[in-house]
């Protein structure tokens, strides 16, 4: 595979390790790659299920020719060994309820600029689902998308809670998981202007999760039955889920 967005020495490192254990221990259902850019910077924004999918994610990424670059909260990167790897890897401290949230958001947006990807969870964290389905989401992706001028794509995934449910530390290696990908069409920001108000946001933001949510649905061959659980009170809404 040509390599047009070269990956940084640590990830070269950590993928020549990870890789053949990922093709080994998972099966692949990837489908949707037609839809990524074939050129510029972009966002990535895709469902957050397990403490895996980060590596399960980015095993994707590389081999779609993306350096794995995400945004990940900022106590990490004080952990040693761990902080100092994050960093030489190029990913993107969240300061997320602190003055310095902006600072986030700033370097995401200067990244995508750059001609780089940015892979995004909008919705911040792990689901508290009990189904495994997607949350509302935060409005990051959005927003970077947005003032960055760069698509957003939306990708949604399943099969990595398989290996460890979400909040859980109970590894399944065996029998092997199918880890399913699946890319939709980026979506169009275009109607929001050069200033969007914050109610244009989130409504972009709930398309964006409607969209991650369908690709899901289609992965699993079913639909959500109760509402999407609200990420900032981790409550369901009392109005019923309706697809878009």
Do not use: C
Request: overall charge positive; glycine content about 8%.
């Amino acid at each position: 595979m040509s390599r047009t967005r070269p990956l940084p020495t640590v990830l070269r490192i950590v993928v020549v390790v990870l890789r053949p254990i990922f093709m080994v221990v998972t099966k692949r259902d990837w489908k949707g790659a037609e839809h990524l850019p074939r050129s510029g910077g972009f966002v990535v924004a895709v469902n957050h299920l397990s403490y895996t999918d980060p590596f399960l994610f980015g095993h994707w990424l590389v081999d779609h020719d993306i350096p794995p670059r995400f945004l990940v909260k900022d106590p990490l990167f004080a952990v040693p060994v761990i902080g100092w790897l994050l960093r030489k890897a190029g990913q993107i401290p969240v300061y997320r309820g602190t003055g310095a949230a902006a600072e986030s958001l700033r370097a995401a947006i200067q990244t995508v600029e750059s001609g780089s990807v940015v892979a995004i969870y909008p919705e911040g964290t792990m689901t508290r689902d009990p189904g495994g389905w997607p949350m509302s989401g935060r409005d990051g992706a959005v927003r970077t998308a947005h003032a960055g001028g760069v698509p957003l794509v939306p990708v949604a995934q399943w099969g990595p809670q398989e290996i460890m449910w979400p909040y859980r530390r109970e590894l399944r290696l065996f029998p092997r998981k199918t880890v399913h990908v699946r890319v939709g069409a980026p979506i169009d920001l275009s109607g929001l202007g050069e200033h969007p108000t914050q109610e244009q946001i989130h409504a972009a933001t709930e398309r964006l999760m409607d969209e991650i949510t369908a690709l899901q649905a289609q992965i699993r061959g079913e639909s959500p039955t109760s509402p999407r659980i609200d990420v900032r009170t981790l409550k369901k809404p009392k109005t019923r889920y309706e697809e878009s």
